[in-house]
Each structure stands twice: as C-alpha cells, then as structure tokens.
C-alpha cells in the first residue's frame, strides 16, 4: 500500500485492484474448466450409448414370396376363426421354413453345406408369429402367395449391423458359417433390408433367445402410468402438505421435527421405499404385485419429500411484503396463499417436481423388491384397470437386457436408455414450458 | 414548500375512531413499544413523527393487527376500535383489516397487471356487482392516488413495471379501493415528488370526510401540512400528542421541542 499513491491517475491501476482482477480472472477460468469438463464428459456418455443403441431401432429382415397353403392352414375350409386359431406357431414355422427354402433355391443361391435346420435357423421364431397374426386378422389371404418380411435371427441381424463377424461367429454355436454365406448372398440379391423397426417401441419383451423380437411396449405403458400416477398422487399431497407446512402450521418443536423427518426421507435409499412398499401395499394391504400401481405408490413416496423441499423452498422465497401486501386488503390467510404466494412460488415447485418425478423414471431398485422385474409379455390393459395390471418398467427393463447373456441385448439395453433419455427430455422440456408460462403471467 | 403555515383548521370535537390503552410490543426480547395511550379521533387525519426506529411503524401495524404475522412479535394492552376491543378473541384480523386499510413503508405491488391490483380488494370483499362497476372504482381510486394519467394506457402492464413512486402510489389506490373505516400510511410520501407529494396529501385531506387517516412521516411541513393532531414518539415512547398546532408552536416536551427544531432547521 506504501507504494501507491493515494490519488492516482484512473488508467492507472493500483496493486490491490490487479490482483482483484487476477483473482476474479482465475475463477472465471475455474469455472469455465469444470463446464467443459462436464460437457465433455456428457458428450462421451451420449456417444457411447447413442454409438451402441442408435442400431436397436433399426432390425433386420428377409423379403420372400410363399404360398398359405390351404390344406396346412385350414383343412376343413370354412375359415371358421376357432380352427384357424388351433393353428400353432409350430405349423407355421414349417410353413416358412419351407417357403424360405422354395425362395432360396429360386433365387439360385446355393451354400455347400447348408442344411435345412440352418436355413429354418436362419429365420427368427418370431417370424411365424407374425405371420400366424396376420393371417388370422385377415383369412382370406389363405390360399394366397403372400411376399413378407420375416425378422432373422439375432446373429444375423448383428452380422448386418457389423456386430458379429466371421471370426466371432467362428466361436459361436449359435450361428454356422453356412448362415452366415447364405447371409452375405442374401444380402447380394437385395432381400435383407435393415429398416426402421417399429416393434422395438411397441412390442412386447421376448425370451433370451429372441433379442431380435424384444421391444419396449410394455416397458413404457408401465412407466407411463406409473408417472402419470406418481402426478396425481405426489404433486397435490405433496404441494398441499409443503403448504400447510410453510403458511398455515405453528412453528414449534413438532413442525420443527416433521422438517427434520422430511428432509431425512429424501435422503434414504430408495430400496428402502422398496421394502416399505413390499411390506404395506403388498403384503399388508394386498394389492397386486408387479403392478404399476404398487410401483407408483412406492414411487411417489420417494418423491413426496423431495417435492415437498422443493414447495417449501419456494414458497419461502416469495417475499414476505407480498403477503404482508395481501393481508393488508383484508385477504384471508388462504386467499392469500393462493391468489399472491402461490403463483409466485409455481415455477419453482414444477422444477422440483420434475426433479422429483424423474428421479422417479429412472428408479429401478424399489420396483425390484416389488415384483416388477418379473417377465411380463401381456400388455396392461387400459386404466383405471390396467393399473393393478402386471407391467415393467423402463429403467427395469435395461436392468434386465442387460443380465442376459445375448450380446444382441447389450444393444436393445442401449436403445432402451435412448428411450428414457427422450422420455426425460421430454419431460424436462415440458416443465421448462410450463414454467415459462407461469413466470410470463406477472 | 417551504410553508411553514399551520393548517387551522376546525377540529370538530370528532368521537373517537381507535383507542390505545397501555399498549406494549415486544420483538422478542427487545422492547419496541413502551405503555402507549393514544386516541385516535374520527375523520381526523393524525400525524406519527419521531426518529428513525422509534417504533411508528410498529404501532400502525398494532392498529390493524399486521403484527400477528410476525411470530417474535408480542402485542399486550388493549386496543378499541368504535369501542371494540380488536385483540378479542372473537375478532377476526382479516375482517378487522377490511376496515382498517394500510399503505406500507416499502411499496408492495402485488406482481399482477395495475387493474388487478387496485380491483383485488373490491372483488374479495364483494363490493361490486358489475365489471363496469369495477372499473369505476378502479379508475376513481387511481385517480384519487394521482396515478390515473399515468396509467391509464396501460392498465394491464404489471404493477411491478412501474417506478418507485408510482408502485407507492398504487399502493394508496388498492388501499383505498376496499373503502377502509380507517386508513393507515406508513411514509406514503417518501418516494414521490413534491407534485405527487402534493396530490396524496390533497388525497389525505379528501379522504378526511369520511375515514380517520394515520400518517406516519419524516416531514414536519408535511405533518403541519396534513394532520390535525401528532403524535411523537421516541425510543419507543409516545412523548407528546395533541393538537399539530400546539406541537408545532409549542411543544410541552424538550425532546419534541429538540426533534422539531432540529429537523426544520
Ligand atoms: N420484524 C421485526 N423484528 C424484530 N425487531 C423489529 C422488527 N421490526 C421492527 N423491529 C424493531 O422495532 C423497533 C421499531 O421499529 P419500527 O419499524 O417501528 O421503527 P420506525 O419508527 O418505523 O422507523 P423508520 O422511521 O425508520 O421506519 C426498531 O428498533 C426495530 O429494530
Ligand atoms: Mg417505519
């Protein structure tokens, strides 16, 4: 300080106000760094799995022509829907197995060493499911050549996707190198088609054999209800109860202790909730198990107290004067509450609850205590009933593809967290809208 | 502005509006308000004057029972309103508040558009019939606070858009908007310029024919100006009260003598 003059000239800067800059410039720089960290961090994240998921999306599928015979599909004639039906997969299996077969010879393939199991292998189990569906919503195509695109198995779609290679597929009983020319043939002639595969997002989840049939469908009706249910019952009781809390209630040792409580509820595991919810809602109040209503109940327990802060918080934030403001009109401590504090404290309880619920979506350990990593291939049916319906969930569906040994899973889970990552986005992006809305309105 | 004038003005022998009797406020430990007795008469506008943190706002806000919103706040004595005691049990402070308006030290616009501000009170209270009657009485009470001209384009612009002293201004329109019996104003002029100043006040001596007005305030002239009768407080204490003529030309107490000397000057 000795050195610098009292009064200086103001282009001039004095010691203490460089370093006041210098210090000010190195946090600026500080923080800039761990943005870019986290940026990039995030950016290999989403390369990872978008790299590795992006393909689940997309299935493989071979185009040939076979004739429904009529006498294997309906011998009596008649159509009669009950004995079309007694029709198994099995019979339409050997159906296509055949047509496949016609429909390899005609296109003059010919593979030394393909037997008639490998070339039936070839062809996914799932695809004389399909056909068996079409053709009992439609029956008069019996007796019709048909042209259809049947999936192919796992292997080979992972071959189209550059998964499997010759040399992996050199270790692997699951796929002979015969398939795999009679692939690349195929393929040569224009009948295997990667395309969009819709059944991913709609379908239901298949057996471990079957990753290329395995889709999402009941995964995301589960966690669609379960949100929507986890709104109804969280965000009004755990608005009103912050309310009461924050505007109505005495301050005193009690409130001061439900405080303490909730604030630690929000940070218990919540594979506790999954317990608790084990033993009240199925055991004790005996709803049904893996059903998107016992998970939702578990779920916004674990949410309450997070909206709860959340609502306290910004119910605390709105200033004091705008209730003074309202009280001062003759405004009862209600209308005050909601004509003035309320709409001011909005955007900041939408926030939470969407920090709330998408904690919520992603959960995955309480719905395994409660039943809901059973393999569930029925859709639930259409609320209020297909509530109490067995269903899956989505983080529980990845949980899932990933134990399975099928490494064409590793990619269905990819996808699947694709999946949720959109549902989040979405999510986020509506209460960033609604939050827009709120705070446009004053 | 330099009027040194007293108003003289006839100070019918009113009745009175508000008595306090041995009034005490505690802010938890700390002791704001010390054994006020005051009577507040009817349809007479009164004066708070004192130092800064003597406890004139404290006081307003017992008249009205603001001061139940703050937990540490301690209020003992007893104050009447047309007799009737408003610390009674079966008082409700919200209906008590209808009749007792009050303008704030710190403007505090609810962040709504201007119209709403001034109509919140009239629609919960249920004073109108009609849209249109609303909006007379939104329109009379913005031009009473000398806003209207103002705002009259912008009806719908947020309260909270508008400059200190207008949002002060405002304040006085959606106070008066609920047709209070008695209305309290803590400093409404603090903030507004000697033409806005002069409005309010000219508002003040208008709205004398049918309430009782409380006025706290900083100015002497304007305690001269307004009021009939003052009050001083000081350190919590009421020192003198009685008629604005007599405290001004000849205060009983030394201090108030010292404080109204040594503000003008
Ligand atoms: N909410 C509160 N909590 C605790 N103490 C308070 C509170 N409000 C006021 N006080 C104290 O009460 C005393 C009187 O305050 P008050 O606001 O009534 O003063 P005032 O006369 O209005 O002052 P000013 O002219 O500056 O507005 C002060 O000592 C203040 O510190
Ligand atoms: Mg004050």
């Known amino acids: 300080m000795t050195d610098t003059p009292k009064s200086g000239s103001i282009f001039t800067q004095t010691g203490l106000m460089a370093k006041r800059n210098a210090s000010e410039k190195r946090f600026r720089f500080y923080g800039l760094v761990a943005v870019v960290a986290s940026l990039m961090m995030l950016a290999f994240i989403l390369f990872t799995i978008f790299s590795a998921g992006l393909s689940s999306f997309r299935q493989t599928t071979v185009t040939f022509s076979l004739e429904l015979t009529e006498a294997k599909l309906d011998p009596k004639g008649g159509r009669d829907p009950a004995k079309l039906a007694k029709v198994t997969t099995v019979g339409y299996n050997k159906l296509i197995g055949t047509g496949f077969a016609a429909a390899i010879k005609e296109h003059g393939i010919e593979i030394e060493g393909l037997t008639d199991k490998d070339a039936a292998g070839f062809l996914s189990d799932e695809a004389a499911a399909n056909l068996r569906d079409r053709v009992l919503a439609d029956p008069t195509l019996i007796g019709q050549t048909v042209e259809i695109n049947a999936l192919v198995m796992g292997r080979i779609d992972g071959f189209m996707k550059g998964r499997v290679t010759a040399e992996s597929a050199a270790n692997d009983s699951n796929i002979s190198a015969e398939q795999l020319a009679l692939a690349k043939a195929l393929d040569d002639k224009g009948l295997l088609h990667l395309s969009f595969n819709p059944a991913f997002i709609t379908g239901t989840d298949a057996s471990d054999t079957r990753p290329e049939a395995a889709g999402l469908g009941v995964a995301i009706l589960g966690s669609a209800y379960m949100m929507l249910l986890v709104i109804v019952l969280a965000l009004p009781v755990g608005v009103a109860a912050s309310i009461y809390l924050e505007e109505f209630a005495p301050k005193n040792k009690l409130t001061d202790l439900i405080e303490v409580n909730i604030s630690n509820l929000a940070a218990v595991p919540s594979i506790v909730f999954g317990i608790l919810g084990l033993a009240i809602f199925i055991n004790f109040a005996g709803l049904p198990q893996s059903s998107s209503l016992v998970g939702a109940l578990v779920l916004s327990l674990m949410t309450l107290p997070t909206i709860i802060i959340a609502t306290r918080a910004s119910l605390k934030a709105v200033p004091p004067s705008i209730r003074d403001a309202a009280l001062g009109v003759g405004a009862s401590k209600m209308q005050t509450t909601f004509h003035h504090v309320l709409p001011l404290a909005i955007p900041g309880i939408l926030t939470g609850a969407i920090i709330g619920l998408a904690r919520a979506l992603g959960e995955t350990a309480p719905l395994l205590l409660i039943g809901m990593v059973a393999f569930v291939r029925e859709y639930p049916g259409a609320p209020p009933a297909g509530f109490s319906d067995p269903a899956s969930a989505l983080p529980v569906q990845i949980y899932q593809w990933t134990q399975r040994s099928d490494p064409a899973f590793v990619e269905r889970a990819s996808g699947a967290i694709i999946v949720l990552l959109v549902f989040l986005l979405v999510m986020n992006t509506t209460a960033i809208l609604l939050r827009r809305r709120f705070e446009r309105r004053w | ?265």
């Open chain 2, 1 to 265: 502005m330099n009027d040194m004038r007293i108003v003289e003005r006839l100070v019918e022998t009113q009745g009175n509006k508000i008595s306090a009797r041995a009034v005490q406020v505690h802010y938890g430990t700390s002791h704001a308000i010390k054994d006020v007795d005051v009577d507040i008469l009817d349809k007479t506008v009164t004066a708070f004057i004192g130092p800064s943190g003597c406890g004139k706002s404290t006081f307003l806000r017992c008249l009205n029972r603001m001061n139940d919103t703050i937990a540490a706040c301690k209020v003992t004595g007893k104050i009447t309103l047309d007799g009737e005691d408003i610390y009674d049990a079966r008082v409700d402070p919200v209906q008590l508040r209808a009749k007792v308006g009050m303008v704030f030290q710190k403007p505090n616009p609810f962040p709504k558009s201007i119209y709403d501000n001034v109509a919140y009170g009239p629609k919960i209270h249920g004073l109108t019939r009609s849209k249109a009657e609303l909006d007379e009485i939104v329109e009379s009470c913005l031009r009473k606070a000398a806003l209207w001209n103002e705002v009259k384009d912008r009806l719908t612009a947020p309260g909270t858009g508008l400059s200190g002293g207008q949002q002060q201004r405002l304040c006085i329109a959606r106070a008066i908007a609920t047709s209070p019996e008695v209305l309290l104003m803590d400093e409404p002029c603090s903030a507004l310029d000697p033409i806005a100043t002069a409005q309010v006040e000219e508002l003040i001596d208008e709205l004398r024919d049918q309430f009782s007005v409380v006025i706290v305030t900083h100015s002497m002239q304007q305690a001269a100006r307004v009021s009939q009768r003052t009050a001083f407080f000081h350190l919590g204490n009421l020192v003198e009260y009685g008629e604005t003529g007599q405290i001004f030309t000849n205060p009983r107490d030394p201090r108030t003598e010292s404080y109204i000397s040594g503000r003008i000057g």
